[in-house]
């Protein structure tokens, strides 16, 4: 995602009184607005039903995110393209530990109104790709986000080391609006087990896709809940632009997916969790015997950090 430039700076807020080296020097946050989810309930579910919120004002959570991405395309004929099997696209991961902060969100007449402030600081960053890139100068990448108890988030801010070289700068960004982009929102109403809602979002990153997240309230107890996951993906842009200026129009897109996630309603991460979503895109002219087939991968990866001994 291409952040544009509304600077808002970081505050951290500090607790208790034990004492940790302060982090690496970085830059004034960069901030955006972020389009507000739409949750729409399909089934409200049974048994005991009550509004689910995040209960984690002055919480901390350390925690572990990995990310692997894979893209690939293909230029086919018409006749072979329904069946078509994209061979395995080149993936890459990116991993790094986060400490979570939660606050209680202040006041903004500038932003929207908002009950929590979220901040992360990442740590111990690696990727694995097909380049030997270095992302050690990431360690200490700030981000985070003002939302409300439901988990609806307003603006999110990033705010990399100075000290970042450009590898480590656009493919941790990259990561972190990935993470971003998969939102946990809760319904208004009181829902139970067994209840079904969507989130229908706009997914940031190499492209903009409009996402439709389909959750299932698998279990339910008084401090968290099992969210199993269905994801639909379509490209935001009815049209893909060539190099010589011609368009080809979206003949189709489809998606397979899978996901769980385990929820603290005290942590504003889930504490576990896998996703898995498997997106193509078919794009032609219907008088055209040609098509070009995009293909991506996304695998998130949520878990506790690894304690230190």
Not at 245 to 256: C, N
């Amino acid at each position: 995602m291409r952040v544009k430039a509304s600077i808002l700076a970081l505050a951290l807020v500090l607790t208790g009184c034990s004492y940790e080296p302060p982090g690496p020097a970085v830059e004034q946050a960069v901030a955006a607005p972020v389009d507000a989810a739409r949750v729409t309930v399909k089934d409200a579910g049974s048994g005991d039903k009550r509004v689910l919120s995040y209960e984690d004002v002055n919480t901390e959570q350390n925690s572990h995110f990995e990310l692997t991405e894979g893209f690939s395309q293909d230029v086919v004929e018409k006749s072979v393209a329904e069946n078509f099997e994209s061979g395995a696209p080149e993936e890459a991961t990116t991993a790094f530990d986060l400490r979570a902060e939660v606050s209680e969100a202040t006041d903004d007449p500038e932003q929207t109104p908002a009950t929590r402030n979220a901040f992360m600081t990442l740590s111990s960053p690696t990727y694995s790709g097909t380049d030997a890139l270095n992302v050690e100068s990431g360690d200490g990448f700030q981000f985070g986000w003002r939302a409300d108890d439901a988990g609806q988030v307003s603006s999110l801010r990033l705010a990399a080391p100075q000290s970042a070289n450009d590898d480590a700068r656009s493919i941790l960004e990259q990561a972190i609006v990935e993470l971003t982009s998969m939102p946990i929102v809760f319904p208004e109403e009181e829902i139970g087990e067994g209840a079904v809602w969507t989130l229908d979002s706009r997914t940031s990153g190499e492209s903009t896709l409009l996402q439709t997240t389909t959750y299932t309230l698998e279990e339910l107890t008084d401090t968290g809940a099992e969210l199993s996951v269905d994801i639909s993906q379509r490209p935001a842009l009815g049209a893909l632009t060539m190099e010589d200026g011609g368009e080809l129009e979206v003949l189709d897109s489809t998606t397979r997916s899978s996901g769980n996630l385990s929820i603290d309603f005290s942590q504003p991460l889930p504490i576990r969790g896998d996703i898995d979503i498997a997106t193509r895109v078919t794009y032609g002219t219907e008088e055209s015997e040609i098509r070009v087939l995009q293909s991506t991968n996304t695998r998130m990866q949520f878990s506790p950090a690894a304690q230190e001994s």
